[in-house]
Nanobody, 120 residues
Framework: VQLQASGGGLVQTGGSLRLSCAVPSSLDYYAIGWFRQAPGKEREFVAATSWSQGTTVYADSVRGRFTISRDDAKNTVYLQMNSLKPEDTGVYYC???????????????WGQGTLVTVSS
């Protein structure tokens, strides 16, 4: 079972991107999280949402700029990223877990990642 992240690209500082995560139907009731990994750094939590969208959590570094949402009819979770900064650069991964958590081990299934580059 694998999730499919897409939508990355090159954008200037202050710009916007929307990432998509295609979620297999077998994971319909899972929480979905977004993580990112900058070159030479550990993979870090960005945002997560419960299957009902009743619970959403954001990292302090993105709160107010990023929005996570899901369209269950399309089995897709989105990460809308606004006011992008160079420090947002990295490979973005989506992952599925039983609960909304901020730690990587809580997520059982991962996508392959999509690269976001924010130029200064």
């Amino acid at each position: 079972v694998q999730l499919q992240a897409s939508g990355g690209g090159l954008v200037q500082t202050g710009g916007s991107l929307r990432l998509s995560c295609a979620v297999p139907s077998s994971l319909d009731y899972y929480a979905i999280g977004w993580f990112r990994q900058a070159p030479g750094k550990e993979r870090e939590f960005v945002a997560a949402t419960s299957w009902s969208q009743g619970t959403t959590v954001y990292a302090d570094s993105v709160r107010g700029r990023f929005t996570i949402s899901r369209d269950d009819a399309k089995n897709t979770v989105y990460l809308q990223m606004n006011s992008l900064k160079p420090e947002d650069t990295g490979v973005y991964y989506c992952a599925a877990g039983r609960l909304v958590k901020v730690d990587k081990p809580s997520y059982d299934y991962w996508g392959q990642g999509t690269l976001v580059t924010v130029s200064s």
